[in-house]
Structures are given as C-alpha cells and as structure tokens.
C-alpha cells in the first residue's frame, strides 16, 4: 500500500504541530540589546533601526521593569560616547562613573534579578572607532588586550554579571579571566564573541553608537566571512582560555558556524542577531513586502533549529510581546 507514511498528517492542525514541534522559544531565550545616552528623559528613535531606541539612564530604567515583566532575563549594554570623551587609548572606558558603569548600576537597581551584560571593546571610546589600541594606523593586540582586561574588570566593579568581549583580539578572554579571578570576581561569567565576523551588516549599530571605524575596516581582527573551520578554532580557545558562553555573529549568513559549533562544543551557544539584520527585516516589513511578524519568529526559531541557546536580538521586546 503507497503511502505507508504520510509525512503531512502530524502537520494536519495547529495542536499537532505543536506536540511535534523539534524547538519553542521563550522570552529568557533573548538578550535585549539596549543603547545608552547621557541625559534625562529621552528616548531617541535611531534612524537607521525604526522602533529601536537609544535611553537615557531614568528612561533605561523604566525599559528594563517592562522587558523583566515580558519575561526577559538579559540586557546587554552599549554606551553611546560623547565626541570629547574619545582619545586614541579609549581612556573613558575605564572610568568608574562612565555612562556604561551607572547604566550597570541603574539596571542592577531598577530589576535586581535582571541579568547584566556587557560589551567589551574600545570602538566606542576610540578616535578611530576601533575596537583596540592604534598605533601607526595598526590596530595593535597585546597593548588592546590589557586595556580590554582592565575595561572588564571595571564593568564588574560596576556589577556586570557577563562582560562580552566583541574585540576579536587574539588572548583577551585569558587575560579578562585571569584579571577577575585576581581581583575575587570569580562569578563573573565571559560570553566571548568567539566567531566575530567581518561583516557588513554592523552599519546601523556604527550609526546607533556613531563609532564607525576613522580609517580602514576589522579584517585585520574580524573574521573573513569565507572561513568556517576558524571559527572552531576561535571557540575552542576561547573556551580553553576561560570563557562560559561563545557567541556567533552575525546570526543569518552564519547558521552554518552555529550548527557546527553546537555539533563540536559542549558550551552553551549563543547568536547575535545583528542590527543589518534588524534593519533589513523592518525595511522590508515596513514596505509591507513581508509579514514582520512571521519573519521575526521564522528567523528566531532559525538560530534556535541551528543549535543557539541564547539569541541576542533588537526584536526581543517584540517577540517576548508575540510569544
Ligand atoms: C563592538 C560591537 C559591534 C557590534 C557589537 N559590538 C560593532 C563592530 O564590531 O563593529 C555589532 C552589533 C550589531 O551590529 O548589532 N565591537
């Protein structure tokens, strides 16, 4: 008798597909990344994300109960930094009473249980909006690597439960490791932007924050989009060097990374669904040439089929709203 099986009859109605569903998310899945400003009582839309915003702290407080009430659990942290506070070594990261220090300390007040993260990397505290030390028009590792320890070591000060080094320079997860440990922030955990792409979809977040790079582009530090296998090789010593979670990013053009990081390593795994990506999905939505809402939750459940545990994303507040 043809057919024996009948793949269509388990996908017959919603219930059915539902009980067979292989992947469900929920809003603790999602990071929400947040932008920050100086100020009081602001929220700037940012031009090139529609419905993204940047927060002043009292703003960023108020956003934080909401997202906590939807059922997030993670914000991830970025300063936008005024034009006179950037110098050539991106001192101001440093500062213990920076925009990125009392926004830690504002979520950490605002939702105790909210956990905090952080990014770490100097493009928005540099001159030349790179993510580490130049010198001679080079982006230099080992000089960036110990200015990018001490930046973490200040974002825990500050109350970070995750800093998230997106720098891409070679030993800093070692030495971010090696300086917590030293000072007693032993709970302190490092999600590494372990497989950091090149990747040209980053051009509306460089607007967001204004740290698009002065002179030349992140190759020399940034993965090449052609390679795979590398990507491996930065995960495993990512995690030798001492990081919790490695992170893949972009998400969409990079599923394939993600897969075959969550076949090789035994970490938890997340994505970092980018701003382009935001941007492209809202353009196309707002033209109404695709359903925005489908396309979110399809492109979602995508990271989570593909082996992510964690999904960074400008859509969190939405799909938390959807879910
Ligand atoms: C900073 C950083 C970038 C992003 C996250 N951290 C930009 C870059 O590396 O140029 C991109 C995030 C996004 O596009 O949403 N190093």
């Known amino acids: 008798m043809f057919p024996r099986t009948r793949l269509r009859r388990l996908r017959s109605t919603p219930a059915l597909r539902s009980l067979v569903a292989e992947n469900r998310m929920s809003p603790a899945d999602f990071i929400a990344p947040l932008f920050i ?17 940047r927060f002043t702290l009292d703003v960023l407080a108020e956003e934080v109960q909401i997202l906590y009430a939807l059922g997030i659990r ?25 925009l990125i220090q009392r926004a830690i300390q504002t979520v950490r007040r605002a939702q105790p249980e909210m956990l905090v993260m952080t990014d770490v990397a100097l493009d928005p505290y540099s001159i030349y909006g790179h993510d580490g030390i130049v010198v001679d028009q080079r982006i230099v590792n ?8 001490e930046m973490a070591l200040s974002h825990a ?41 090149a990747s040209s979809f980053y051009g509306p977040f460089r607007h967001a924050l204004v740290s698009t790079p002065g002179f030349g582009d992140k190759k ?12 491996l090789r930065e995960a495993r010593l990512d995690i030798d060097e001492g990081a919790d979670i490695v992170m893949v990013k972009p998400g969409l053009s990079y599923l394939d990374i993600l897969f075959r990081l969550k076949q090789a390593l035994e970490v938890p795994l997340a994505v970092y669904q980018v701003s382009g990506e935001y941007s492209m999905l809202k353009a196309a939505a ?18 989570k089929r593909a082996g992510a545990t964690v999904i960074a994303t400008y859509f969190a507040k939405r799909a938390a709203q959807w879910l």
């Open 157 to 197: 000060r500050a109350g970070a439960h995750v800093v998230a080094p997106s720098d891409m320079m070679d030993g800093r997860v070692a030495a971010i490791r090696k300086i917590l440990e030293e000072k007693g922030f032993v709970d302190t955990a490092i999600m590494s932007y372990s497989a950091k792409y």
């Open 286 to 303: 707002q033209r109404g040439w695709i359903d925005e809402r489908a396309a979110v939750m399809e492109s979602l459940i995508g990271f």
């Open 37 to 53: 400003i100086e100020g009081e009582d602001k929220r700037e839309e940012i031009a090139f994300m529609p419905d993204c915003y």
């Open 142 to 149: 080992d000089k960036s690597v110990a200015v990018l320890a």
């Open 74 to 98: 993670s914000v991830l942290l970025f300063a936008k930094i005024a034009d006179d506070l950037k110098d050539k070594t991106g001192t101001e990261a440093l500062n213990p009473d920076g």
């Open 220 to 231: 020399t530090y940034q993965m090449d989009s052609a390679n795979a296998v590398e990507a």
